[in-house]
């Protein structure tokens, strides 16, 4: 049953190719690992192997247009956006393009995002000795995010991010958050004061989902209808080329020439 699954889950994407590895590291991080689970998991390693190569084959064009440096550069950049915007999720877009800048590492674009993963490496070798928790949540993201890094190129254009690509990396993230509050709370729990620190994790948590909802809701509303998708786009990211092609698209099926012109000379600027 698992390896049907598994199947039809890399009919549907073929992100679900690092699920073997997340396997093997669930029963590492229980203790389970062992010749035989190994085994088990080779029907499992095959179909990634096949769907990966597949893959690979598709995004032919991607590989032509990038090297293996700028793969490495641009995921360090993606990775890191990623967190950025679960942590933080403002300024989200359909699009999200990086033009008329070179992809190399001495550009604070890619040597920073390259040092606070660094950093969050470091750390993670650190928990180690206290937890497979934390190490077990980071690989969930790294493995379920790496195989978008091919993808930043498309069509001539270049996009650093796209928020599909996030997720099922977030799930990762989100069981790191459940850890944590879970340790608050049973901190809390064995203090004297437990009540009144109960009381404020109710309230901040309380507080932060209703502002995650609102913001949820304003988000929406940029998928009114495709101008609004594409004059956002626009608005939070001035370079977004594609954003203009669009638009000028939609103006023109709308009747709206005048406006329509505007956007495919504001395209050629």
Known sequence: LSILTHLFALLSKVVAAP??????????????LSKKSIIGLIPHLL?????GIVGAFGKQETSVL???????????????????????????????????????????????PLI?????????????????????????FVLFVTPSFINFAKGGFIYFASDRYAYIPSIGFFLL??????????????????????????????????????????????????????RTSIARYEDALPAYINLSIVLREAGR???????LQKAAL
């Open 177 to 230: 958050f459940a850890w944590m509050f879970q340790r608050w709370l049973e901190q809390a729990s064995s203090a004297r004061e437990n009540k009144n620190r109960n009381d404020y994790i109710l309230y901040i948590s309380m507080s932060v989902l209703l502002l995650f909802a609102w913001m949820s809701a304003k988000q929406t509303e940029t998928w009114q209808n495709s101008e609004s998708l594409f």
């Open 257 to 263: 020439l005048d406006e329509a012109l505007t956007m």
């Open 66 to 112: 990038s090297t293996l440096q700028e793969k490495i550069l641009m995921g360090g950049k993606s990775a890191v956006f990623y967190l950025q915007k679960l942590l933080i999720p403002t300024d989200l877009s359909v699009l999200y393009p990086y033009y008329g800048k070179p992809i190399i590492l001495s550009s604070m674009d890619f040597w920073f």
């Open 19 to 32: 699920t073997p590895i997340l396997l093997l590291l669930i029963d590492w991080r229980e203790g389970k």
């Open 116 to 140: 606070v993963l660094g950093i969050l490496l470091v750390l993670i070798i650190r928990s180690l000795k206290h937890t497979k928790d934390i190490t077990l949540f980071a690989a969930i």
């Open 47 to 51: 179909l990634s192997i096949i769907f």
